[in-house]
């Protein structure tokens, strides 16, 4: 009985979608005075920050463009009212009483839809991606199938470097840069614009640019150069994927990215750190819903909570990198970092990587006061206050030694301080020292 209600329901499925994608292109036609006029009804599926699925459903009758756009995990829809000239589009997005509750605007080119969303008094916002489709999407995708982290290899103006780089968002790029020359990593920052072209700002640990970066992506392959050297295509030796959650609804939202690996222990390390702080952000946005029943264009997007991480070194021994939880709801973020042992399936710690019998703690404070003199902000009062009362408590494995950090700082950031591996040796256990060996 159970097989027959199966194929039932299979056989049904069609005639299912069918309707809902009637009903959609009948509900923006209502919208219309004159539906005579209509010019065209086309489909749109995207996102908005990246992150929320959207499906958008837009007509046009030669003046005015009517719609409705739905939040696609949580089935939350508004009516959008706006026009079109010269290929940019304008819309108010409506709530269910007809108030405005938000706008979108950006640039029609061919079948795609580029520009921002902003709720009604322009506070929150977010950057805005439509690609026209067939029919009305009904499912949200993988909000983590634009984003990776890849290892890349190979000899830029001369010099061997090693990249490893993170796709963040459609827009943003990350990650560290390792001169093998001088033995050192320099943290990376960039922008790839829709045409995949990207700009990298390398850094070192003093907060001073110290190379630019710029070049493409395609597919896997990286071509890359500075300055007015000749650009040269790298492929990628290793990478990871990345996971993702998000939700959004009127008034509330969440999202967060983590890596993941073949490493079921780390996975699951991942998965328990993610799962506790979706919880948290589901029980407080319930809350929040409970408390507003009813639809305020002050309340669109005003509670939202976002985490995000950075791996700072991957082999197939050792991951290590930061996760980063922030809400609307609480003042600061929690910042945890994470060095897992993927042979072992355990998380290190610094007792694991240093002998017991030296004081490599009165080293490594001494190391860490000394270096972040050189800091380029050390000459700011408000900074050396700030600095000097900071732990660096956070210690992350990267390519070239150790790198200790403080918290966030709303106006400076995470600062960080990677005292080299030539420098510990004489601290550290062999076992560290043989794993660290690629």
């Not at 005075?33 to 990246?50: E, L, P, S, T, V």
Request: glycine share 6%; proline share 2%; net charge positive.
């Amino acid at each position: 009985m159970i097989k027959l209600q199966t194929i039932f329901l299979i056989l049904l499925s069609p005639i299912f979608c069918f309707a809902q994608k009637v009903e959609a292109k009948d509900y923006v036609k209502t919208l219309f005075d004159n539906q005579a006029k209509i010019q065209w009804i086309k489909f749109y599926k995207g996102r908005i920050d990246d992150l929320n699925d959207v499906a958008i459903t837009l007509g046009f009758d030669g003046t005015d463009c009517k719609g409705r756009l739905t939040y696609l995990r949580s089935n939350t829809d508004f009516d959008l009212n706006g026009f079109i000239k010269d290929q940019t589009i304008y819309l108010q997005e409506l709530d269910r009483h007809n108030k405005v509750s938000g706008i979108l605007s950006g640039k029609i080119s061919g079948k795609t839809i580029n520009g921002n969303w902003k709720n009604a008094d322009g506070s929150r916002g977010g950057n805005l991606s439509l690609t026209e489709t067939k029919n009305i999407v009904k499912f949200p995708s993988y909000c983590g199938d634009n984003k990776w982290i890849r290892k890349y290899k190979g000899k830029i103006a001369n010099d061997d470097w090693e990249i490893l780089l993170q796709k963040e968002s459609s827009e943003q790029l990350s990650g560290l840069i390792f001169h093998k020359k001088e033995n050192i990593s320099y943290t990376l920052k960039g922008n790839v614009d829709t045409n995949d072209n990207f700009t990298l700002k390398a850094k070192n640990q003093k907060g001073q640019i110290v190379e630019t970066f710029d070049g493409q992506l395609q597919k896997d392959r990286l071509t890359i150069g500075k300055g007015k050297s000749q650009k040269v295509t790298i492929l990628p030796i290793d990478g990871l994927t990345v996971g993702c959650v998000e939700y959004a609804d009127y008034a509330t939202g969440y999202d967060i990215t983590f890596p993941k690996t073949t490493n079921a222990a780390f996975n699951k390390q991942m998965n328990e750190e993610t799962n506790a702080w979706i919880k948290a952000c589901r029980n407080y946005l319930l809350k929040v819903k409970r408390q507003n029943t009813s639809t305020n264009p002050k309340m669109r997007a005003a509670e939202r909570g976002f985490a995000w991480s950075e791996v700072e070194y991957f082999s197939k021994k050792v991951i290590s990198g930061f996760v980063t939880f922030s809400n609307t709801w609480t003042p600061g973020q929690k910042l945890i970092s994470f060095n897992f042992d993927l042979e072992n399936d355990r998380m290190l710690y610094l007792e694991d990587i240093f002998r017991s019998k030296k004081d490599y703690q009165k080293y490594i404070r001494n190391y860490i006061k000394k270096e972040i003199k050189n800091h380029q902000l050390y000459s700011d009062s408000d900074f050396k206050k700030w600095i000097k009362k900071s732990d660096f408590s956070y210690f992350t494995i990267r390519k070239d030694g150790i790198c200790f950090s403080t918290k966030n700082s709303k106006l400076y950031g995470r600062q960080s301080v990677t005292i080299p591996f030539r420098q510990l040796q004489p601290f550290l256990k062999k076992s560290f020292i043989t794993m660290m060996k690629e």
